[in-house]
């Protein structure tokens, strides 16, 4: 479905839109805008950025992907599983060069979906997706530690385990007001959830901390606790976003040129991230609603609202799980509901930011570090643990370690990559060539006779790189006295290049040794692949492509 299409389709929703839909659509958007708001300013906040520019995100980037989306209910905003990427970026390249980052990954994005790999980036492997949100998920709990515990530490450093290490070196130091504050906020939120399941757990764990530090510090003499307003003075303005051109501030073409060569590989890695979050999320809105997204406009929405987001002061976004399933729990119809959340989030921004300023930092570190369990997702490593085979096992625990010890762009491609090897290898086991003596023709469901100078050669399976070798090596193992091979590709469904290389390379040595090759049961596709490969090379005297063994027959008691 493109866009034009979905377009379509949505203008077909609307027929039956009324006033009672419109009421719907309007509560979920605000429920859904009470659960993003601390969610962007604390994501905001954990990648060292201000608080400001989480909620920019929301209102540009979310009413963007909303409009030109391909799943209807799909909210889209920051989310945890970009931290560990744009913290980096922030620390080298500034502000600017997270939002250069950000437009870069949507530009991304947007070929990406251009070529159609929305449906292939959906196909991700299970335990590749588990083991680096598992190893972000971790990342992002021992970010948040700093200040759950309100330690003031500097010249942190950007290795995982010296950053462990170093936090953990300085527990002693706590402040326990902080730490009161953020175990508070975490009681306050499982508490909800667990007895007022319709109520949005994050904002009344995140409202209820920002009350108490209010009340104790008029309270309670020497009470102090870092809020987002200590920590950035004036960083959450009484006015709409304004205009950002941020690659105007290189200072000349060979520096921007530099940057974005070394910006290229997070890019990416942001682009690859954010198609398989939003993908993941737009799938579990088919599945809790019964309809069905398109993911190359979806994955087109998201590059463009990313494209777009950073002139705005946005970082980087993708669709969000949680908050697309809030959406859908509290009645969202239409597009409009996200729509309305943005707009809410833009109305708090220009009424209500000074109250803002006194959410304690603590308690945004305690959200995340809940939001950072829930993403581990332990339930999804239990089933691999237990279900899942030993490949699948090492594909998780490799992915989850090298995202957690080094880089979550390593992360992700080793993943891939050993995914792919170990698909290759199954693949490879599953496709096979044998020979078939005459005399077990009938239990080959072949009930028919082969003179003596003739054998059957069954190919099986999926013909392309290593399979394709392994399939055609036996062929060559034939008896002197055999004239006429016959190969039979009933069970090959697909044969690529590499395949037919070997093949080639085989029927080579088969016409060496005065052999005539019989090919049958091809598929369309095969057949007219075959039958170029054989012109171009050449091969038509002994190589002949045939319907059946009745065919095969009559040309041995005939030959050509």
């Known amino acids: 479905m493109n866009s034009i299409n979905y377009f379509f389709a949505l203008k077909q929703s609307f027929k039956n839109y009324s006033s009672s839909s419109l009421l719907k659509d309007l509560k979920a958007g605000l429920v859904v805008a009470l659960v993003a708001l601390p969610?962007?300013?604390?994501?905001?906040?954990?990648?060292?950025?201000?608080?400001?520019?989480?909620?920019?995100?929301i209102i540009t980037a979310g009413f963007i992907i909303a409009l030109f989306g391909g799943s209807?209910?799909?909210?889209?905003?920051?989310?945890?599983?970009?931290?560990?990427?744009?913290?980096?970026?922030v620390h080298q390249f500034g502000l600017d060069g997270l939002f250069y980052a950000g437009f870069l990954a949507g530009i991304f994005m947007m070929v990406l979906s251009f070529f159609g790999f929305g449906k292939i980036i959906k196909m991700t492997p299970f335990p590749v997706v588990t083991g680096f949100t598992s190893g972000i998920a971790f990342v992002i709990f021992f970010l948040q530690l700093k200040d759950f515990l309100g330690l003031q530490l500097t010249n942190i450093p950007n290795q995982f385990i010296f950053k462990v290490a170093q936090i953990f070196s300085h527990i002693p130091q706590s402040n326990p007001y902080e730490l009161g504050i953020g175990i508070f906020t975490l009681v306050v939120i499982l508490f909800t959830k667990k007895y007022f399941k319709n109520t949005p757990a994050p904002v009344i764990g995140v409202i209820s901390a920002t009350l108490l530090v209010y009340i104790l510090s008029h309270r309670l003499p020497g009470f102090s606790v870092?809020?987002?307003?200590?920590?950035?003075?004036?960083?959450?303005?009484?006015?709409?976003?304004?205009?950002?051109?941020?690659?105007?501030?290189f200072s000349n073409f060979h520096d921007f040129w530099n940057i974005t060569v070394e910006l290229i590989p997070s890019a990416l890695t942001i682009a690859a991230l954010g198609a398989i979050e939003s993908l993941l999320s737009a799938v579990v809105a088919d599945s809790m609603t019964?309809?069905?997204?398109?993911?190359?406009?979806?994955?087109?929405?998201?590059?463009?609202?990313?494209?777009?987001?950073?002139?705005?002061?946005?970082?980087?976004?993708?669709?969000?799980?949680?908050?697309?399933?809030?959406?859908?729990?509290?009645?969202?119809?239409?597009?409009?509901?996200?729509?309305?959340?943005?707009?809410?989030?833009?109305?708090?921004?220009?009424?209500?930011?000074?109250?803002?300023?006194?959410?304690?930092?603590?308690?945004?570190?305690?959200?995340?570090?809940?939001?950072?369990?829930?993403?581990?997702?332990?339930?999804?490593?239990?089933?691999?643990?237990?279900?899942?085979?030993?490949?699948?096992?090492?594909?998780?625990?490799?992915?989850?370690?090298?995202?957690?010890?080094?880089?979550?762009?390593?992360?992700?491609?080793i993943g891939v990559f050993l995914a792919m090897i170990l698909f290759l290898n199954r693949v490879i086991k599953q496709s096979s060539g044998r020979w078939i003596p005459n005399n077990e023709l009938k239990n080959h469901s072949q009930n028919i006779d082969l003179p003596e100078n003739s054998q059957l050669y069954v190919l099986e399976g999926q013909l392309f790189f290593g399979a394709a070798q392994k399939a055609i090596s036996s062929l060559l193992i034939v008896d002197n006295n055999i004239k006429y091979i016959i190969?039979?590709?009933?069970?090959?469904?697909?044969?690529?290049?590499?395949?037919?290389?070997?093949?080639?390379?085989?029927?080579?040595?088969?016409?060496?040794?005065?052999?005539?090759?019989?090919?049958?049961?091809?598929?369309?596709?095969?057949?007219?692949?075959?039958?170029?490969?054989?012109?171009?090379?050449?091969?038509?005297?002994?190589?002949?492509?045939?319907?059946?063994?009745?065919?095969?027959l009559k040309v041995i008691e005939k030959p050509f």
């Open 72 to 89: 209807r209910f799909q909210v889209s905003g920051p989310t945890a599983a970009f931290v560990v990427i744009l913290y980096p970026i």
């Open 487 to 552: 190969l039979d590709f009933t069970n090959v469904d697909d044969i690529d290049l590499t395949a037919l290389t070997a093949l080639y390379s085989s029927l080579q040595s088969l016409k060496s040794n005065h052999k005539i090759c019989l090919m049958i049961h091809l598929k369309p596709n095969i057949n007219k692949r075959i039958e170029n490969f054989l012109d171009h090379h050449k091969l038509q005297d002994h190589v002949h492509i045939l319907q059946n063994l009745q065919e095969v």
């Open 226 to 249: 870092a809020t987002l307003g200590t920590k950035y003075p004036g960083g959450l303005p009484n006015g709409l976003p304004e205009f950002n051109p941020f690659w105007n501030k």
């Open 39 to 57: 969610l962007g300013l604390a994501l905001s906040v954990a990648v060292d950025a201000p608080p400001k520019h989480g909620l920019f995100t």
């Open 290 to 413: 019964h309809t069905q997204h398109d993911p190359d406009t979806e994955l087109f929405a998201q590059g463009l609202g990313n494209t777009i987001a950073p002139f705005w002061g946005g970082i980087a976004a993708t669709g969000a799980i949680a908050r697309t399933a809030t959406n859908i729990r509290f009645g969202a119809i239409s597009p409009i509901a996200s729509v309305f959340h943005a707009f809410c989030i833009l109305i708090t921004l220009l009424f209500f930011s000074d109250l803002l300023s006194f959410m304690p930092l603590a308690a945004l570190a305690g959200l995340l570090i809940h939001v950072s369990w829930n993403m581990a997702d332990i339930e999804h490593i239990k089933t691999i643990i237990k279900v899942g085979q030993f490949e699948d096992k090492v594909v998780f625990l490799t992915c989850f370690l090298t995202t957690v010890l080094f880089d979550m762009t390593i992360g992700v491609s």
